[in-house]
């Protein structure tokens, strides 16, 4: 077996043929659609609200509702909540979402359609302990695992109960910690133990999933999972995507559309939960987006086959690249602003790409999302640019420039043989692999790819790929056109084909066109960049989507501790409901402020608690004191910037 391979093809739209699940009415898998799913937010002992939740989540488009059962009474209620529904008529699957309570879980799965479980924290509570296993003691806590797990799978079975096995990046025990590390591997296996237990019993109505909050190692995941699933010949088991704790807004739009738009553009995946800081019903419409952009996928114009990818999934590493300006080797990725399409006339013109010109003292001021090229194609800008812009216009309008200093053309391949400058732009389509040819042995250039095939993401991949199995070194921008006026759908679009090839270490600068407001093309760029992990800049809130554990309003807290800390560049914040999963699901954050108990919150650096039971009145002021101390608090600016 191709030790890279996770796909059917890199290069034609291929769905993975998983086998089929049943879950109640609404089977999953096989050559059935990809659903839509979410999770109620709302305490499982509130039956009606759970009713009426699960009623506004199903019209927004959920296929499946995933409601906690923290212990034995919530697992109980989910009987009453089940009997509601089908007396409405609503038959939507239920899915019980389990951690530490096999008990629960139990009484559940005679209930409901599905039990989802945490495979970290199933039969092992987490001490942060580091164990120093031998291969005896090992077996020794399988085995112990398999007396806790073999009477559920035993219910399922009889019940015809199906079965998510949900590994999340932040909850991995101390076990698989020791062994494997917080890593990729480390989630795939701990997955793998409870899923060869199955096996072995002969039960098999399972679903898969590999969550991180970090795009990149829920990518990895879940590539490596399908692999390791072949290697070692288990069923091709359907897979349910997400990143966890996405955030809200935009940002959470995006990061969700950067990790499970890359696997679904590689054919993978069977059911998508978005997971917004937001309101459930809010999720199911994004994650049908998501999905609906394959729905006419196969038969896309047809892209020069390949069948080892010359980097590895599994593993991030960016590519090889030359500096070019300031594109490629060490450099973060660069934002151009298209302006093509418009003429420049004023100053103002340039606020939307954060460069804002204060005209009481003629100066530029620079915000943390500052483009850092334009495009200009014909239409030159009629000023001095600010310190730190610098311009890309058409070869024959640069051509006739007095002045070119910061300023850079933009050359057709035709061009290339008779240029005779030292550093340009070059438009290459990502169609015409015989191009890389002509940029062999070439020096500062910067590829502009584009492409016109609708499976975008696998078009651009393969020139790239073309060019490191030639060898050319040339920094390259990602140039995508999106028509599309719907802000939402432009995010998702863009975030999924420009982000998937970051994901993989391919991309030194990002242009983003079609939307036509230039601030949503900005803003977007940079936002994939920070949610592909290329390029902070600004502060990542790692925040849950809330559930019936949750101890505080996540909504309201969120949006509170955002406006106190979003200029704090770079720095990641977790922001979690309860204690019982919180500190795990965050384990990415620098911060963290987890809900402890009824009005309480307990306040983390990394993974280690610093207050604890604080005053949730308090608890925002001690958070930032906290920063502080750490010297990462910077003072928000107070200027208002007239204009
Ligand atoms: S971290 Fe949030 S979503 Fe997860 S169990 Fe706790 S409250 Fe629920």
Redesign the pocket.
Known sequence: MDQNKYCNSLTEYSRRESVKVNIGQVPLGADCPIRVQSMTTIDTMDTQGSVDQTIRMVDSGCEYVRI?APSIKEAQNLQEIKNELRAKGIDVPLVADI?FTPNAAELAAKIVEKVRVNPGNYADKKKFEEIDYTDESYEAELLRIKKKFTPLVEICKANGTAMRIGTNHGSLSDRIMSRFGDTPLGMVESALEFLRICDEMDYHEIVLSMKASNTRIMVQAYRLLVHKLEEEGLKPYPLHLGVTEAGDGEDGRIKSAVGIGALLEDGLGDTVRVSLTEEPEYEAPVAQSLIDRYANRSGHQMIAPLDHSPVDPFVYERRKSIEVLNFGDQNVPRVIADFSGEKVVDKKALKPIGHHYLPELDKWKMGDTGADYVYSGTNPIPYMLPNGLREVLDYEIWKALDDQENKYPLLTLEDLSVFDGVVAFVQVDAANLAAVTDLKNRAGLVVMLYTQNIHAMAELRRFIFEMMLQGVELPVVLMHKVMEQDQTEFQLATATDVGGLLIDGLGDGVMLSGQGNKKVENDTAFGILQAARTRMTKTEYIS????G??LFDLQETTAMIRKRTDHLKGVKIGI???I???PG?MADADYGYVGSGKGKITLYRGQTVVKRAVPSERAVDELIEIIREDDNWVEPETEVIAL
């Open positions: 906690t951690h849950c989507p809330s559930c554990r949750t979690m409901g309860c019982v999963n919180g699901e």
